[in-house]
């Protein structure tokens, strides 16, 4: 079932890259903030309450490529602290599909055991861009150890984003034309 759910989220990965244009350039610095549910289609009931907090820089290191790093907290005690590559797609009318890949550490606290201290996390978004910067988006990822133990039952997390635009926090909402 799991083998599914890859498959599944490879292929729309691989459709929105094909249908996308790429955004125009965008160098707004980001504070991502998102709330989910961690291990959602897992039969085992590990389904916990997933927290999450990232940095998006505006500028692209390589190709368009933009990094990210962040923290992850469930509500049954897991952490893990990652860091990535993103790029957005404008798909016009402010909607923005964001792909990204990283990787990290994570402890299993009182929670589900991935198999490996070294996870990795796949993550599409689907946004909207608000006239101030801001962005809200809904996202599906998944995380695993990539088969480098031999438990691996990865999880898949759903859930949504605020994206807040960094100079609000140095002067607030609706400063700089934003």
Not at 1 to 6: E, G, Q, S, V
Not at 155 to 176: D, Q, R
Request: proline share 4%.
């Amino acid at each position: 079932m799991k083998l599914a759910y890859c498959a599944i989220f490879g292929l729309l990965l691989s459709a929105f890259t094909i249908a996308a244009t790429p955004a125009r350039a965008d160098d707004v610095n980001r504070l991502s903030l998102g709330v989910g549910a961690f291990d959602l289609f897992d039969s085992d009931n590990d389904t916990a309450a997933d927290f999450r907090i990232e940095y998006r820089p505006g500028a692209a290191i390589v190709w368009e490529l933009r990094p990210w790093i962040g923290a992850e907290v469930t509500s049954d005690g897991a952490l893990f602290g990652a860091a990535g590559f993103l790029y957005d797609y404008n798909m016009g009318n402010n909607w923005i599909i964001t792909p990204s890949f990283g990787g990290g550490l994570y402890s299993d606290g009182g929670g589900k055991d991935m198999g490996s201290a070294i996870q990795f996390r796949s993550q599409i978004e689907l946004g909207y861009q608000l006239q101030n910067s801001s962005r809200i988006s809904a996202s599906l990822s998944h995380q695993s150890n990539l088969g480098i133990d031999d438990n691996n039952p990865g999880a898949e997390t759903l859930g949504v984003y605020y994206h807040i635009p960094m100079n609000w926090v140095k002067s607030g909402p609706g400063s700089n034309g934003y």
